[in-house]
């Protein structure tokens, strides 16, 4: 959700400053002969404002304090029917009418008479900075961002700093469709709040790497969402990132498994078709128990429907299971095997096939026992399903200093990215 422009109370302290000082040299002035308006030199007169114009704006103010607006616009016809202004008397009109455009939510009407207003020598610079966030917001709240976006430019070049209106100017240029002004300034706005040790709202992480991906900036939309996530690590947020890395070119088809691994744990399977190709992958890669577990996780969620015989997902089922069983009741044969091998791949395998049988800490112990013996081909794959095993019984520390050994390593395409968000997620609070 965006933020909000100034509300009701917000414009009834810029009507304030908008009318102080307009009053006091009108209650005080006689109906005397027009004064030139002060230049502001010593020893000149102070500029006034005449009875039949200072009367009615009295009465205006007294009106706009009662939120009476139209009443209100009534009086100061009433002071604008005055002929031969002096350049101080239409300086105090139109900062009370530039105070009902303000109350009455009509930006034009403050804009103008803003501009009129701060073209003489009276108006204080913090009056002008108010005036100037009372007409963005206006221009704002009404869907003008074009010339929101000016008005709070001007303020900007006043000097005006404050952090709510940096981040209406950056969503201004954010809904006028200026994505290029819009990830700048979202930019300098996250980065100056992390760099004060703050995390900044959700919505800028979210509308900067929008503005990113509509400029077709990659790597920057990339990157803007692995920083969502180390801060805001929702589902939601963690499956934007993953269909990221599932959409990288050439992503290595061998390393999608480990994809779908890391997928289950930070972001969850999300539609039939996750799980049913998750389980095909494991099943083709001799991970039928692990594929069996997949499946059943389908069904449970609702995702998955048993249906008749024949339909291609019980054709599926019907093999995982029928692999799995077998695989099942040749472990122990597996594992003598294994201990005769030189390489340490089958000992994995099968110290895998008994994780997911349920053996957690006999499974993970004959996997570490494995790369201590040595892996000869795709040893670092082997690392990094391990570390989606550490991370799925909360052996976090383990996980992370595996990490540390696969960091830099970017063969197969996609595999930097596999381990830089297993350290995201691992990380996280």
Not at 258 to 265: A, H, K, P
Not at 305 to 330: I, W
Request: aromatic share 6%; with cysteine; net charge positive.
């Amino acid at each position: 959700m965006m933020h909000k422009p100034t509300g009701v109370r917000g414009l009834l302290w810029c009507v304030a400053l908008l009318l102080a000082g307009a009053t006091g040299p009108a209650a005080a002035q006689s109906a005397s002969a027009p004064q030139p308006a002060a230049s502001g030199a010593a020893g000149e007169a102070a500029p006034t404002v005449r009875a039949e114009i200072a009367t009615p704006l009295i009465e205006a103010q007294r009106l706009l304090g009662e939120k009476n607006t139209r009443a209100a616009a009534d009086k100061v016809r009433l002071a604008e029917a005055v002929p031969d202004k002096t350049a101080y008397e239409q300086h105090v009109l139109a900062r009370v009418k530039g105070a009902i455009g303000v109350l009455s939510g009509d930006a034009d009407l403050a804009a103008a008479q803003y501009q009129i207003a701060s073209t003489g020598p009276w108006m204080k610079l913090a009056d002008k900075l108010s005036t100037l966030q009372a007409v963005a917001s206006l221009y704002y709240h009404a869907k003008n961002y074009t010339k929101a976006i000016d008005a709070f430019l001007d303020y900007k070049q006043l000097g005006g700093n404050d952090p709510t209106l940096n981040q209406l100017l950056a969503q201004s240029y954010y809904l006028n469709a200026d994505y290029a002004n819009a990830a700048k300034a979202l930019e300098a706005i996250t980065g100056q709040t992390l760099a004060q040790g703050k995390v900044p709202p959700e919505i800028q992480f979210k509308l900067l790497a929008d503005a990113r991906g509509r400029l077709r900036d990659t790597a920057g939309h990339t990157r803007v969402l692995e920083t969502l996530v180390q801060h805001y690590p929702s589902q939601a947020n963690w499956r934007t990132l993953m269909s990221r890395l599932w959409a990288r070119p050439q992503l290595a088809t061998r390393l999608q498994l480990e994809v779908f691994r890391l997928q289950l744990l930070n972001a969850g399977l999300a539609d039939a078709t996750d799980y049913t190709d998750m389980a095909a992958l494991a099943l083709q890669e001799g991970a039928s128990i692990e594929a069996a577990k997949i499946l059943e996780q389908g069904y449970a969620a609702g995702l998955l429907a048993r249906g008749e015989k024949g339909t291609e997902l019980q054709r599926l089922t019907d093999k995982v299971n029928k692999s799995a069983t077998e695989d099942r009741a040749s472990l122990e044969k597996d594992l003598v095997r294994a201990r005769t091998l030189p390489d340490g791949l089958a000992l994995f395998n099968y110290g895998f096939n008994l994780f997911h049988t349920g053996q957690t800490e006999r499974g993970v112990a004959q996997m570490e026992q494995a790369l201590g013996k040595g892996i000869a081909r795709n040893a670092d794959m082997a690392r990094l399903r391990l570390v989606a095993v550490y991370a799925e019984v909360k052996q976090r520390d383990k996980a992370l200093k595996l990490l540390t050994e696969l960091a830099g390593k970017t063969d197969p395409i996609g595999f930097d990215d596999c381990v830089r968000y297993w350290n995201l997620f691992l990380q996280r609070p």
